[in-house]
């Protein structure tokens, strides 16, 4: 059974950090790029970050670009967001996503909520 768990959301002041994690089992893990989405409200998902199978390559959107870092452990099959310098902007659920060829996995994501 193909499982993603995010954790770590939560309430924070602007200018905070948090840590996002996921967790994953019942699939090839480290075959699979990986991905952080959000949804802010009243606004479409949006792609907040990549990162290759290996790790060695990783992409940003726009708007978090030098705040967020994306990282992985294969070996623990989790994915990481390192999250600082944070906006009331980036308030919102937070999913993580496997993907290889046509196969993708969601998890049922976390609330990060930035407010002072």
């Known amino acids: 059974q193909v499982q993603l768990v995010e954790s770590g959301g939560g309430l924070v002041q602007p200018g905070g950090s948090l840590r996002l994690s996921c967790a994953s089992s019942?699939?090839?893990?480290?075959?699979?790029?990986l991905r952080w989405y959000r949804q802010g409200p009243g606004k479409e998902r949006e792609l907040v970050a990549t990162?290759?199978?290996?790790?060695?390559?990783?992409n940003y959107g726009d708007s978090v670009k030098g705040r967020f870092t994306i990282s992985r452990d294969n070996a623990k099959k989790t994915v990481y967001l390192q999250m600082n310098s944070l906006k009331p902007e980036d308030t919102g659920p937070y999913y993580c996503?496997?993907?290889?060829?046509?196969?993708?996995?969601w998890g049922q994501g976390t609330q990060v909520t930035v407010s002072s």
């Open positions: 996503n496997a993907v290889r060829n046509l196969n993708a996995f």
């Open positions: 019942g699939f090839a893990f480290s075959s699979y790029t």
């Open positions: 990162i290759s199978p290996g790790g060695g390559v990783t």
